[in-house]
């Protein structure tokens, strides 16, 4: 109840400190530059300042937390990557040279490639088709709101539910994972799935393509719908079958879309983390770049020179899809 009580106060702090912030800001704008009392001139002047400070005031704090959180860990990360273990002594760029000769993190390299190979490609695939079925039946609101469903749970609670579908039990003893049980009702011999080299790291895609095919439907669908039906109906009166409306029409329409809904679940999957964790804890070749910062962040005793520099590693590749990805929206949005 302790934590109840001290969760519930916090919250009514937060928005009485923001409420407070908010007609407190805008008393001093008006303190100092008023507009009762003076001339026409002074008026018109003070409510000109008022207005080019007043978004600032309001930014203020988000800046200054995004600073805080975000721009002043990336230059610390950065600067902790050319120290030793212990983050004290200066070693310039030899963690760097570690990581190219270490075998796992080109293993680590290796098997995010392949998530960014896979992953983004399946889930906007997925989801593309997905949009186009649903808008041409009755119940597509509700196939949709079921697709999108695995949205609203986190990484950890959709490796739960993953991990009994791929449960392995002794051949001979019931089988209680779906596709294991499935396996041995049609003859077959029951697998260890997540732990075959290779292979795993496709099992454990699937969980991602799962969970991200739903965000790639709706927006997808949207943008679908933002079609002018002109064009389609000009192609069926030409004699186009559906197949060709789908790929020649419809797709070269929305393509920018489909290009900013493929990075942004690129982004996501530079950062992949949860799922391997809660899965294989990196064992059996399944290792990501995020795992492998985490170990050496943290487990073992520690190496914050090598933990940081897989970070800035990691944070490098982001970038600049990243940046690509805001300038596809940036075009979507003049565009219209």
């Known amino acids: 109840m ?12 937060g928005v009485a400190g ?17 507009v ?24 203020g704090p988000a800046l200054a937390f995004l600073g805080l959180y975000l721009v002043y860990p990336v230059f610390d990360s950065f600067i902790l990557s050319l120290h030793d273990r212990s983050g ?3 070693v310039g760029l030899d963690n760097y040279i570690w990581l190219i000769n270490d075998l796992e993190f080109r293993e680590s390299l290796f098997n995010n490639v392949l998530w960014l190979l896979v ?15 649903t808008d041409k039946v009755s119940w597509g609101n509700i196939a949709k709101s079921l697709i999108f469903m695995p949205m609203a749970i986190s990484f950890i609670g959709a490796s739960i539910i993953w991990k009994f579908v791929y449960d392995y039990r002794a051949e001979g003893s019931e089988q209680i994972g779906i596709l294991n049980a499935i396996v041995e009702y049609f003859g077959g011999t029951p697998t260890a ?11 454990l895609m699937v969980i991602l393509i799962w969970i991200q095919t739903g965000f790639a439907m709706v927006i997808l669908s949207a943008a679908l719908r933002g079609i002018p039906e002109e064009t389609v ?35 996501t999957v530079l950062k992949v983390f949860d799922i391997v964790l809660a899965m294989t804890n990196g064992q059996w070749n399944t ?37 690509w990805n805001i300038r596809q929206a940036n075009a979507q949005m003049e565009g219209r």
């Open 2 to 13: 302790d934590q109840l009580y001290s969760s519930i106060f916090i919250m009514v702090l």
């Open 18 to 34: 923001c409420a407070f912030y908010f007609l407190g800001s805008n008393w001093l704008l008006t303190v100092l530059f008023p």
């Open 36 to 59: 009762r009392g003076v001339s026409n001139a002074q008026m018109a002047k003070n409510l000109t300042r008022a207005a080019a400070i007043r978004p600032w005031l309001f930014l």
């Open 88 to 90: 004290e002594e200066f």
């Open 119 to 133: 992953v983004p490609a399946a889930s906007t695939f997925f989801g593309l088709v997905i949009a186009a079925l």
């Open 193 to 203: 799935w997540i732990t075959l080299p290779f292979w795993n790291n496709f099992f």
């Open 233 to 267: 109906e000009a192609a069926v009166l030409d004699g186009a079958n559906g197949v060709q409306i789908f790929f020649k029409i419809l797709i070269p329409q929305i393509w920018g879309t489909i290009a900013v809904v493929w990075t942004t679940i690129t982004i």
């Open 287 to 323: 290792q990501v770049l995020a795992n492998m910062m985490f170990d050496w962040m943290f487990r073992g005793g520690g190496d914050f020179g090598r933990g940081a520099a897989i970070a800035v590693v990691i944070m490098l590749a982001v970038i600049p899809v990243m940046v």
